[in-house]
């Protein structure tokens, strides 16, 4: 902060010319093609699309697991190749380690980046005050709830101070009235923060209720099919939801998501599906609806 | 329902013991509960024990139940089939463990065995245990160690006698090495086992904390394979009592294992009963002891 020189906004994700595929019996397969994204300093952007369609797939990318075929990943213009601190994820499984304490799973982090005791201990603390997760700070994982675990492992995450947070389908395994909660705390959260983040989901109230910006996916192999700003106020509140324009977006995604599902499921159900979808879209051409 | 609407929304992610308390606050003051009588708590823990408190009572009928019957088959000499005529009495066991416990050459047995278990089961989980997790995360050893484990594992303890002879140049050595032996096997193979089942989302999370290949052994494959290892600590300590008494039967001077089969040799028939009472004995207790460890080590599995 006292800097004289103003530091560059941080956490610029670019997803170039992405194509990734893997070998089988019957040759390459491939998973992702030809996909352009970009995550700007601070913005929340989400992947929808079919289940299959490759959007973890590109998130593992991002996050070093995987190596593109073709194309480069780069965070800050520095190309990726390996996972690391600076991208911190959340896991749809929680993966918080059962053998640590809520508190040494926040401190692992810290640990690793070689961090005194006392000092990641209180570090850790402060984070899980933070979260409201302070009475639990001894407790193993097994005990907690869902929401909590998934709170847990958002702070697990967030503690290394990386550049970017990537999610994959994080709330995938709560109850409705839960992963609603989750929302909540999550874009509360990103509003404090202004960190980069990458969201991946199926759940498309979920995308748009999170985001700055969605990108839809194909059915495999995956690319982009539509970038869909979404430019509801903030800061969000479950309430809006219900609001028109909140229910437009929803309407304009769910018709493409529905057309590459369809698509996904295979040709003969094809054109029955297309059918159903000219009827629901009737009155709301798609442009208009984007 | 007089909890307040703030109470209700935060339900979901507050301990329900929290709940509760929140809940029991507002209901309007009642006259103070005395403390419970004794009589209350008596029964109220009880209530909490009472299947621990059945099995307990069923478990020491059957084990006098045991005894009645063994000193009933002993008293009248039995034969049917099996022969009863030269076992000795429950009585007569502990006749001569009374006079065996002052017996500084029995408690000497004893003791050896203890130490060639403790030697050879340590030595086996000292190198079980490493190469396990090493074999289970480095393919190329794996692919060399393997094929060799999987042909020697086969192999029983008692049938590496003669070669733990001509191997060691002591008694004592080859009796250890057999004992190492009998533990080695099942502690590498539930290791490796153990390493395999590793989730390998807890090690990409690892990967995302900024944890290295030398963290990543000590903070996951380490701790996530401790169940299999302790199994394998377990099954290990019960082979080798197996393989330390055969040992100890063919080749030894000294241990229970030597002292009941020479109580064969002497004709002291109460002895055998006796050995055998105590092989059981420091068996129980040396799985009970790393159940125990396993316990302390592994705190997140206890409820």
């Keep these: 902060m006292n800097d004289i020189r103003t530091k560059p906004p941080q956490g610029h994700i670019e997803v170039d010319n992405f194509s990734l595929s893997y070998e089988s019996i019957d040759g390459a397969v491939q998973a992702v093609t030809d996909t352009h994204i970009h995550v700007n300093p601070g913005e929340f952007v989400s992947i929808v699309g079919p289940s299959g369609c490759g959007k973890s797939t590109l998130l593992n990318a991002v996050a070093g697991f995987l190596k593109p075929t073709t194309g480069i990943v780069t965070v800050d213009g520095e190309p990726v190749n390996g996972p690391s601190?600076?991208?911190?994820?959340?896991?749809?499984?929680?993966?918080?380690?059962?053998?640590?304490?809520?508190?040494?799973?926040?401190?692992?982090?810290?640990?690793?980046?070689?961090?005194?005791?006392?000092?990641?201990?209180?570090?850790?603390?402060?984070?899980?005050?933070?979260?409201?997760?302070?009475?639990?700070?001894?407790?193993?994982?097994?005990r907690l709830s869902g929401g909590m675990k998934q709170r847990v492992g958002i702070v697990r995450a967030?503690?290394?101070?990386?550049?970017?947070?990537?999610?994959?389908?994080?709330?995938?395994?709560?109850?409705?009235?839960?992963?609603?909660?989750?929302?909540?705390?999550?874009?509360?959260?990103?509003?404090?923060?202004?960190i980069s983040v990458l969201f991946v989901t199926h759940d498309i109230d979920e995308a748009i209720f999170l985001s700055d910006r969605v990108y839809c996916m194909t059915a495999r192999p995956g690319s982009i099919k539509a970038e869909i700003p979404i430019p509801l106020e903030r800061p969000r509140q479950q309430s809006m939801m219900m609001s028109s324009e909140?229910?437009?977006?929803?309407?304009?995604?769910?018709?493409?998501?529905?057309?590459?599902?369809?698509?996904?499921?295979?040709?003969?159900?094809?054109?029955?599906g297309m059918q159903g979808l000219t009827i629901e879209l009737q009155g709301h051409s798609l442009a208009e609806v984007i | 329902m007089s909890s307040s609407p703030a109470v209700l929304r935060q339900q979901e992610d507050t301990m329900p013991s929290a709940a509760a308390v929140t809940g029991s606050e507002t209901v309007p003051a009642?006259?103070?509960?005395?403390?419970?009588?004794?009589?209350?708590?008596?029964?109220?823990?009880?209530?909490?024990?009472?299947?621990?408190?059945?099995?307990?009572?069923?478990?020491?009928?059957?084990?006098?139940?045991f005894l009645v019957v063994w000193h009933l088959l002993t008293t009248y000499r039995v034969v049917f089939f099996v022969r009863f005529i030269n076992v000795p009495t429950p009585l007569e066991v502990y006749a001569s463990f009374t006079k065996a416990i002052h017996d500084p050459k029995f408690l000497m047995h004893l003791l050896l065995s203890c130490r060639r278990i403790f030697v050879g089961f340590s030595l086996a989980a000292i190198v079980g245990v490493p190469l396990g997790l090493i074999m289970g995360r480095f393919k190329l050893v794996?692919?060399?160690?393997?094929?060799?484990a999987e042909v020697l594992r086969p192999i029983p303890a008692i049938a590496w006698?003669?070669?733990?002879?001509?191997?060691?140049?002591?008694?004592?050595?080859?009796?250890?090495f057999i004992t190492f032996l009998g533990s080695f096997f099942p502690i590498l193979v539930n290791t490796l086992h153990g390493v395999s089942l590793v989730d390998p989302v807890l090690v990409r999370a690892a990967q995302c904390l900024g944890a290295r290949e030398r963290s990543i052994f000590r903070e996951v494959y380490f701790p996530a394979s401790l169940p299999h290892i302790f199994t394998g600590l377990t099954v290990g300590m019960g082979v080798a009592w197996v393989s330390l008494i055969a040992a100890e039967?063919?080749?030894?001077?000294?241990?229970?294992?030597?002292?009941?089969?020479?109580?064969?040799?002497?004709?002291?028939?109460?002895?055998?009963?006796?050995?055998?009472?105590?092989?059981?004995?420091?068996?129980?207790?040396?799985?009970?002891?790393?159940?125990?460890v396993g316990r302390l080590v592994m705190p997140w599995r206890s409820k």
């Design chain 1, 158 to 194: 967030l503690a290394t101070g990386p550049k970017v947070l990537l999610l994959d389908e994080p709330f995938g395994a709560l109850d409705a009235q839960t992963r609603v909660i989750m929302q909540q705390i999550l874009t509360n959260m990103w509003q404090r923060l202004k």
């Design chain 2, 161 to 176: 006698v003669p070669m733990a002879i001509m191997l060691w140049p002591t008694n004592e050595q080859s009796i250890v």
């Design chain 2, 249 to 292: 039967m063919i080749s030894g001077q000294y241990g229970i294992g030597y002292f009941t089969w020479e109580a064969y040799s002497l004709v002291q028939y109460a002895d055998i009963a006796l050995g055998m009472i105590a092989i059981g004995v420091l068996g129980l207790g040396s799985s009970l002891l790393i159940r125990g």
């Design chain 2, 30 to 65: 009642k006259p103070q509960t005395p403390a419970p009588s004794f009589g209350t708590l008596t029964a109220r823990w009880y209530r909490l024990n009472r299947d621990r408190l059945r099995a307990l009572a069923i478990g020491t009928l059957s084990l006098a139940a």
């Design chain 2, 142 to 148: 794996h692919e060399v160690v393997f094929p060799v």
């Design chain 1, 85 to 142: 601190a600076e991208r911190g994820m959340v896991f749809q499984q929680y993966s918080l380690f059962p053998w640590k304490t809520v508190r040494e799973n926040v401190e692992f982090g810290l640990k690793m980046r070689g961090m005194p005791r006392s000092q990641r201990e209180r570090a850790a603390r402060t984070l899980l005050g933070l979260a409201g997760l302070e009475a639990f700070e001894k407790h193993y994982p097994e």
């Design chain 1, 246 to 272: 909140f229910l437009a977006l929803r309407r304009g995604l769910m018709s493409l998501i529905r057309e590459e599902s369809l698509k996904a499921m295979g040709g003969e159900i094809n054109d029955l």
